[in-house]
């Protein structure tokens, strides 16, 4: 099991803010595939993954990283703080 | 070193006279502060989101590269979250240092990471419906030059 | 843009609420304030002599000078003169912009300019005796950024 | 007549912060000259000039500039401010 968080407008275009997972990918960009195949809102979100970023256990990563031991990933689009 | 992220507003002039004042041997203090601007009018509100416990963490760790970059007496973050109005402050940094170009130059490296790498979202309230504030090439470009 | 040249204190807190309050549609406020260092205890006063009338005119040359280069909202310059003691505010800069980069540049342009056109001399006094200070070639090489 | 000011050190070395001066010099380099030649006081406070700025009627100015209209000549050593 895994926390899958969202933020701004991916957690708009989901709809919700966070859930609990069970997944068998082994990256991030695996799970991306999983949730795409999940629901159109899933896809809508995930449609450019250039538009965004991917936190694992509140750290900045990248979307070939993986998961393996991973507790909590989180989606969203570049930061804007400052 | 302190880092706040709060929703609750914070006094701008309190925090740098108390910053300042407790930086004994320093000799030059800088300060930046980020306000809501109002753009014409157009904005009503901006609404700030953030992912709490990443957010604290990420800038501790900006304050903690800052001082191993310059030599810093010391520094000071602070950054709202929840909805704000036009004019209100949106976050601070403070440094201080010995010499101007550390206090500068810190503070300046603070606020290009925090715009780029801490985990907040802008969203702007107007008259004509709301938006995401998109992130800016220019804001990306500006760590490359730490 | 105000320029003020006095021997009296000023509060560094009241200074730069008041700035920052009074710039609408200003995204960014940059301060800097130059503290008098105790150098580990040797330094018990600092005297500050200026150069009356041409000081001001000076100063605001650079801030029409910074106005002239950058997007500024307001700009705000105090320096005192006399005497001082280790951790009083020796001066403050305040620049105002839609944008950071703007805020920060005019800045460090003003302190740059500051330290070495503005006709202001430092003189340390300590338990050894008082000595001027010296200008140095790192204040002097600053300006060449500009 | 000339409003001569000296600040800082020079003040000191000098021994008083300004005086009045009938000058028959041309340029800045001229007054100089003229003052060295007084007394030990002023040829120990313009011994090197390298060391020394100097200002026509409030403006920054050199040591080759003419003075001829000027009403107000300063010399001290390079400024501190800041």
């Given at each position: 099991m895994i926390d899958v968080l969202y933020f701004a407008w991916v957690r708009e275009r989901i709809g919700l803010p966070r859930e609990r997972l069970e997944t068998r990918a082994t990256t991030v960009a695996g799970l991306v595939e999983e949730l795409r195949a999940r629901e159109e809102r899933y896809a809508a979100a995930f449609a450019?993954?250039?538009a965004l970023r991917v936190a694992l256990d509140q750290e900045l990563s990248s979307f070939d990283a993986p998961l393996a031991g991973v507790r909590e990933v989180a989606f969203f689009p570049p930061m804007t703080g400052g | 070193m302190r880092v706040a992220v709060q929703s609750g507003a914070f006094d701008l002039g309190v925090e740098v006279s108390a910053f300042s004042a407790a930086v004994?041997?320093?000799g030059a203090v800088v300060s930046f502060t980020g306000l809501v601007r109002d753009e014409g009018g157009r904005l009503s509100a901006m609404e700030i989101e953030h992912y709490p416990g990443m957010t604290e963490t990420a800038i501790a760790g900006m304050v903690a590269e800052a001082v191993r970059r310059w030599s810093l007496v010391d520094a000071l973050v602070i950054h709202r979250h929840g909805r704000l109005a036009p004019g209100e402050a949106i976050m601070m940094v403070a440094t201080a240092a010995s010499h101007r170009g550390d206090a500068f130059a810190a503070a300046e490296f603070l606020m290009d990471y925090l715009k780029s790498r801490a985990p907040f979202w802008k969203k702007e309230i107007g008259a004509d419906g709301a938006e995401w504030v998109a992130a800016k090439d220019s804001d990306e470009d500006a760590l490359k030059r730490w």
């Amino acid at each position: 099991m895994i926390d899958v968080l969202y933020f701004a407008w991916v957690r708009e275009r989901i709809g919700l803010p966070r859930e609990r997972l069970e997944t068998r990918a082994t990256t991030v960009a695996g799970l991306v595939e999983e949730l795409r195949a999940r629901e159109e809102r899933y896809a809508a979100a995930f449609a450019d993954l250039s538009a965004l970023r991917v936190a694992l256990d509140q750290e900045l990563s990248s979307f070939d990283a993986p998961l393996a031991g991973v507790r909590e990933v989180a989606f969203f689009p570049p930061m804007t703080g400052g | 070193m302190r880092v706040a992220v709060q929703s609750g507003a914070f006094d701008l002039g309190v925090e740098v006279s108390a910053f300042s004042a407790a930086v004994p041997g320093a000799g030059a203090v800088v300060s930046f502060t980020g306000l809501v601007r109002d753009e014409g009018g157009r904005l009503s509100a901006m609404e700030i989101e953030h992912y709490p416990g990443m957010t604290e963490t990420a800038i501790a760790g900006m304050v903690a590269e800052a001082v191993r970059r310059w030599s810093l007496v010391d520094a000071l973050v602070i950054h709202r979250h929840g909805r704000l109005a036009p004019g209100e402050a949106i976050m601070m940094v403070a440094t201080a240092a010995s010499h101007r170009g550390d206090a500068f130059a810190a503070a300046e490296f603070l606020m290009d990471y925090l715009k780029s790498r801490a985990p907040f979202w802008k969203k702007e309230i107007g008259a004509d419906g709301a938006e995401w504030v998109a992130a800016k090439d220019s804001d990306e470009d500006a760590l490359k030059r730490w």
